[in-house]
């Protein structure tokens, strides 16, 4: 069974730090692309950033380019989304997902709340 399990959300103030988690299992993780998306109250779902299978490539998001990093260690399973410099904009619910082959995978999500 496919699951992807997110940790690592809280409340931190403007201009702080947080790393999210995503940890997977049901799957060989090291053979497949992952993607953090995030969702605030009232707006769609955002792709934020993905990582290639290997972790050497990535892609962000022009709001948190430069901010955010996405990282893979596939002998965890395990992919991260380091948060940096944030601002109240960046409050939502963050989700991992992963496009297998024949079928894909969320996350429940993990909330982020930036304020003072």
């Known amino acids: 069974q496919v699951q992807l399990v997110e940790s690592g959300g809280g409340l931190v103030q403007p201009g702080g730090s947080l790393r999210l988690s995503c940890t997977a299992s049901?799957?060989?993780?090291?053979?497949?692309?992952m993607s953090w998306y995030r969702q605030a109250p009232g707006k769609e779902r955002e792709l934020v950033g993905s990582?290639?299978?290997?972790?050497?490539?990535?892609s962000y998001a022009g709001s948190v380019k430069g901010r955010f990093t996405i990282s893979k260690d596939n002998d965890k399973n395990t992919a991260y989304l380091q948060l940096n410099s944030l601002t109240p904009e960046d409050t939502a619910t963050y989700y991992c997902?992963?496009?297998?082959?024949?079928?894909?995978?969320w996350g429940q999500g993990t909330q982020v709340t930036v304020s003072s």
């Open positions: 049901g799957f060989q993780f090291s053979g497949y692309a």
């Open positions: 990582i290639s299978n290997t972790g050497d490539k990535t």
């Open positions: 997902f992963v496009r297998m082959d024949w079928s894909y995978e």
